[in-house]
C-alpha cells in the first residue's frame, strides 16, 4: 500500500508559478511510476506528467517546456514545478503512484493504483 497526500495548490495569476508536492507513505521503497494529473467539472481526468524509477520523465503536450516532473526518492516526495501557468491549467490536480514497475510508466491511467485526494489549481486571466 502507498498512501499519497497532495499540497502546494492555490490560485495564481496567468503567467505565475505553483509547485505541487506530493508526500508518499508505505512501501515507497518498491519502484513505482509516479504521475501527475488533473482534471476538471465535465472533463475526463488527463495526465499531465510522469515519471519512473530511473528519472526518465514524459509531459503532456500542452505543458511541456512549463511544467517540470521530479521525484526525491531520498524523502520520498514527488514534485511538479508549474511555470507560465495559464487559465486552462486550472484543475484539481492529482499525485498518483503506478506498479511496481522499474523503469516503465503504463500509458493506460486505469493502471495507477494509488491516488492522492487532490489539490485545486486556479489561475486567474
Known amino acids: 500500500q502507498v498512501r499519497l497526500v497532495e499540497s502546494g495548490g492555490g490560485s495564481v495569476q496567468a503567467g505565475g508559478s505553483l509547485r505541487l508536492s506530493c508526500g508518499a507513505s508505505g512501501h515507497t521503497r518498491t519502484s513505482y511510476c509516479m504521475g501527475w494529473f488533473r482534471q476538471t467539472p465535465g472533463k475526463e481526468r488527463e495526465e499531465v506528467a510522469s515519471v519512473d524509477s530511473s528519472g526518465a520523465a514524459t509531459y503532456a503536450d500542452s505543458v511541456k517546456g512549463r511544467f517540470t516532473i521530479s521525484n526525491d526518492k531520498a524523502t520520498n516526495t514527488l514534485s511538479l514545478q508549474m511555470t507560465g501557468l495559464k487559465p486552462e491549467d486550472t484543475a484539481m490536480y492529482y499525485c498518483?503512484?503506478?506498479?511496481?514497475?522499474?523503469?516503465?510508466?503504463?500509458?493506460?491511467?486505469?493502471?495507477?493504483?494509488?491516488w492522492g485526494q487532490g489539490t485545486q489549481v486556479t489561475v486567474s486571466p
Open positions: 498518483a503512484a503506478a506498479g511496481p514497475f522499474r523503469n516503465y510508466c503504463p500509458s493506460q491511467m486505469d493502471r495507477f493504483t494509488y
